[in-house]
């Protein structure tokens, strides 16, 4: 990721209304970064406004 889209993705997440109990909006940004780059997570949503954010770890073993 470039500088540019740090500081873009940066500015973004500050935007975002994201106090304790009303962070999924949060959550969807990282999804939808972590979909560009292709990996693997999904949101788990609870309550009204709020979800986790799980990203799936693989292990890659090379020979």
């Not at 209304?17 to 788990?44: H, M, Y």
């Amino acid at each position: 990721m470039d500088e540019k889209k740090k500081i873009d993705l940066l500015s973004e997440l500050i935007q975002v209304k994201s106090v304790n109990g009303d962070e999924k909006d949060v959550a969807k940004i990282i999804k939808r970064e972590l979909d560009d780059a292709r990996i693997a997570n999904e949101i788990l949503p609870f309550g009204e406004n709020r979800a986790n954010l799980l990203q799936h770890l693989v292990k890659v073993i090379r020979y």
